[in-house]
């Protein structure tokens, strides 16, 4: 138990000074630094410029969805599969790579009660592109334009309905769908709400 008390005392010494002391986030990693005993996070230069150019395409509205963004990882990342198990794919990980505050060259651990400061690595992106992009995550309404990029690359878009998935209701925040039905001796074609 003490052992334990003080390695998280320590820890959190070092976050407080500035100093991240967990697993790295993506295309980072450690050093070993001969003026401290502890080890630095620096950037892993080789793979570090592929996430940075993503993030700021995505802030820029370049890249438009997550799902974009993940695609064009894929892009990039044809030959890099087997870097410490990291396999960018699904959103999931792309979302928590977007959401890291690291990249911008601060720390934060609020259970911790670690407040917002300034770390000792160097940032990857800028705090204006990492406070775009929140903005973006946490954005209730999402534009139209998304919904359409998202929506153009759907298999089960048809000719029978081709604005099936694009029109968008304001008042419930849904796409329509649209479905065939029969009305007695016809088929009836016809745009529906997914949701009750």
Known sequence: EKNK???????????????????????????????????????????????????EKYSKDELVTINDVVRFLHKKWVKVWTIKNWRVSNSNLVCRMAKNILYTGYLELSSWWVSLRKAKHKALISMKTYETIQKKLNSNHQSIVTKIKDNSERSDISNDFPLRWFLYCEESKYMMSGSWTKWRTTRVPYYTYPRK
């Open 5 to 55: 008390q003080r390695v998280l005392s320590r820890q959190k010494a070092r976050l407080e000074q500035g100093f991240y002391c967990f697993p790295v986030p993506i295309w980072y990693k450690y050093i070993q630094n001969t003026e401290w005993w502890w080890k630095l996070v620096v950037e892993d230069k080789k793979y570090s410029k592929i996430v940075k150019l993503a993030l």
